[in-house]
C-alpha cells in the first residue's frame, strides 16, 4: 500500500516577524527537522500580533495541511494572545497545569536563582493551558507546548473522478513558544516523535552537490540532458548563493532501499558531470569541507584578515572541533596592525599599498610565523562604498594563500555592496584555500 504523503504548515506570529525586526529563523529549522522524518512542509505563513488575523490562518492551513505547527504569541505579556485564542477555537477553557506550574517555580528557584514568592501573577499564568490539548513539556523555559487534534472533514475525489466524497481526519495542531532554543527542545524532544508515531511517513532522500565557481545558467547548460531524462518521481533543484550553486536531487518514497540505489546512481552521474567544479556530495559549507581535508592529512591553518574583518575565522569556528586544525587569526584591519603584528614590511605598504599581491604575501609569512600552522590565508581588499580609486577600485580584492615554501593569489573584482563584497571574498577565499591544500597537502 503506498505511503499517503503528509503536509504540514507552519504559522510564525509576532508583528517583529512582519516589519523585520527579527528574522525568522524557526520556520527554517522546523521545516529542516520535519523534511528529517518524510513531513512535506507545503506552506509557510507569517501572522502579526492579531487575534482575527492567527484565526483566520488557522483555519486557512489546515485546508491545505495535515500538520500545522504554531510558534509564537505564548509569553507573559499583553500580545501574547496565542493560548487564549487556540483555546476557543478548539472549544476548551484554560486551566492551571499542575505539572508545569512545578515546573516554573523549579526554574525560578534552581534554575534562573530567584524566589519562588517574588513570582509575578503573570508569570503564574504561564502555567495555564487550554484543557483539551496534550501538555508538551518544555524543559528550557516556562511557555508549555501544546498539541491539538481535531476532525475536519477533508474533499476527496472519487477513483472514477465522477463525483466528490467526504471524509473525516484528523488534523494536528501544534503550538510551541517562539524563542528558538526552546522551540528547538521542543521540537526534538517532544513533537518529532510523536509525529512518527501519530502518522504514517514515507522516506524522503535529498542527495546534494557542492560546486563553486561555475554559474547557475551554465551548469544548467551542461546537465540539461542529464536533467531531461530523470525520472518524474525525481526532481533537481538549483540553489545558487555567492559564487556557489547546490544542486539537489529529491525523492519520496515508500521503499528506502530501493529509492537509496536509484538516488546513489543518479547522484554519481550528476557528479561526474560536475566534477571540475565540485566542492562536497554534501550539504556543507566549505568551512567544514576544509576541516575535514585538514584533519585527514593532519595539517593546520591560520588566517590573517584585513577586509574580511575576521568573517573567515567566524565561519570556520562555527564548526565543532574546529580546533584541531585551525590555530587562530590575525585581523589586521589597519596598516599599522598589519606592520607591528604580521611584519609586512612598511616600504611594502608605503609602495604597493594595503590592497596588493606582496601586502598578502607578507601577511602570509607573518602569521605562519606567528601561528606555526602549515598553511595560511590572507585577504586585503577594499569593500566599499568608498576608498576606491581609479587603479584599484571598489571591491579589488587580493587573496593569498601559501606555505612557507609556496604561495598562491588570487585577485577579485567584484561588484556589490559592502556586506555582500565581505561575503563573496570569504567564499571566494575559502575555495581557493581549499584548491590550494589539495594541490600542495
Known amino acids: 500500500m503506498s505511503t499517503q504523503r503528509i503536509n504540514a504548515s507552519i504559522i510564525t506570529i509576532g508583528d517583529e516577524l512582519l516589519i523585520g525586526q527579527t528574522i525568522d529563523t524557526n520556520s527554517a529549522f522546523i521545516a529542516q527537522e520535519l523534511n528529517k522524518i518524510g513531513v512535506w512542509v507545503k506552506r509557510r505563513v507569517a501572522v502579526g500580533d492579531i487575534y482575527d488575523d492567527i484565526w483566520r490562518s488557522l483555519d486557512e492551513e489546515s485546508k491545505h495541511a495535515d500538520i500545522i505547527i504554531i510558534t509564537g504569541g505564548l509569553g507573559p505579556t499583553a500580545d501574547d494572545i496565542t493560548k487564549p485564542l487556540l483555546s476557543k477555537y478548539f472549544h476548551g477553557n484554560l486551566v492551571i497545569s499542575q505539572p508545569v506550574l512545578e515546573h516554573i517555580k523549579y526554574l525560578f528557584e534552581k534554575v534562573y536563582h530567584r524566589p519562588v514568592a517574588g513570582m509575578l501573577e503573570r508569570n503564574l499564568k504561564q502555567a495555564e493551558v487550554p484543557d483539551v490539548c496534550i501538555v508538551l513539556h518544555n524543559e528550557r523555559g516556562t511557555a508549555p507546548g501544546m498539541w491539538f487534534e481535531k476532525p475536519l472533514e477533508s474533499e476527496m475525489i472519487s477513483s472514477s473522478d465522477t463525483q466528490n466524497e467526504k471524509k473525516t481526519v484528523d488534523k494536528v495542531f501544534i503550538s510551541m ?4 532554543h526552546e522551540m528547538q527542545g521542543l521540537m526534538i524532544n517532544e513533537v518529532i516523535p510523536r509525529l ?3 502518522f504514517r511517513l514515507p522516506v524522503i532522500i535529498h542527495r546534494t552537490a557542492f560546486t563553486f565557481g561555475m554559474g547557475e545558467s551554465m551548469i544548467a547548460e551542461r546537465i540539461k540532458d542529464f536533467e531531461s531524462a530523470l525520472p518524474s518521481h525525481v526532481k533537481l533543484a538549483y540553489l545558487p548563493g555567492y559564487g556557489l550553486v547546490k544542486l539537489r536531487l529529491t525523492t519520496v518514497s515508500d521503499d528506502k532501499e530501493k529509492a537509496e540505489e536509484e538516488m546513489n546512481r543518479l547522484f554519481m552521474k550528476l557528479k561526474e558531470l560536475v566534477n571540475d567544479v565540485l566542492v562536497s556530495d554534501r550539504d556543507e559549507g566549505l568551512e567544514i569541507t576544509i576541516g575535514k581535508i585538514l584533519k585527514a592529512r593532519g595539517k593546520t591553518v591560520s588566517t590573517a584578515e584585513s577586509c574580511t574583518g575576521g568573517f573567515i575565522a567566524h565561519l570556520i569556528t562555527t564548526v565543532p572541533g574546529s580546533s584541531l586544525w585551525f590555530k587562530g587569526s590575525v585581523v589586521s584591519y589597519a596598516n599599522e596592525a598589519k606592520e607591528k603584528v604580521l611584519d609586512v614590511r612598511h616600504e611594502t605598504l608605503a609602495n604597493d599599498g594595503a590592497v596588493s599581491k606582496e601586502t598578502v604575501t607578507e601577511m602570509v609569512d607573518g602569521v605562519l610565523q606567528l601561528m606555526n600552522t602549515d598553511f595560511a ?18 571591491g579589488t580584492v587580493w587573496i593569498a594563500a601559501g606555505t612557507r615554501k609556496k604561495k ?17 571574498t570569504a567564499l571566494s577565499a575559502l575555495n581557493f584555500l581549499r584548491k590550494f591544500i589539495l594541490d600542495n597537502g
Open 177 to 180: 513558544p517562539g524563542v528558538p
Open 196 to 198: 512518527q508515531q501519530k
Open 377 to 394: 590565508l590572507a585577504t586585503s581588499g577594499i569593500m566599499g562604498p568608498d576608498g576606491g580609486s581609479d587603479e584599484k577600485p571598489v
Open 408 to 424: 598562491e593569489f588570487l585577485k577579485l573584482n567584484l561588484r556589490f555592496d559592502r556586506k555582500r563584497n565581505i561575503e563573496q
